[in-house]
């Protein structure tokens, strides 16, 4: 299984960013795709996570109604577009693979490697 995270960057805060994830290596449509962030010195967070049918997402606080998550079945893919960014978005962002929507990162088997978003102010 590989997860294959890109679209990180360095963006002034208010503008936008659009990361995805190729996924292979597994069945796409059995798994529920998610998004978490890591900070430096802080622990993983959870950012967002959508459903193997796309039908449910849900948001960490913090980024609801400036994030949204998508997926692309045709393509195994997942993007998170990121638009009014702030400076406390700055995190090493990584896609994972899992059974049901959570924002437990425990729950998830599969990550991919991450990729840089640096928002400056």
């Known amino acids: 299984v590989q997860l294959q995270a890109f679209g990180g960057g360095l963006v002034q805060a208010v503008g936008s960013l659009r990361l995805s994830c190729a996924a292979s290596g597994l069945t796409f449509s059995s798994n529920t795709m998610g998004w978490f962030r890591q900070a430096p010195g802080k622990e993983r967070e959870f950012v967002a996570a959508i459903s193997r049918s796309g039908g449910s997402r849900i948001y960490t606080d913090s980024v609801k109604g400036r994030f949204t998550i998508s997926r692309d079945s045709a393509k195994n893919t997942v993007s998170l577009q990121m638009n009014s960014l702030k400076p406390e978005d700055t995190a090493v962002y990584y896609c994972?693979?899992?059974?049901?929507?959570?924002?437990?990162?425990?729950?998830?088997?599969?990550w991919g490697q991450g990729t840089e978003v640096t928002v400056s102010s």
């Open positions: 994972a693979a899992g059974p049901f929507v959570t924002r437990a990162p425990e729950v998830y088997d599969y």
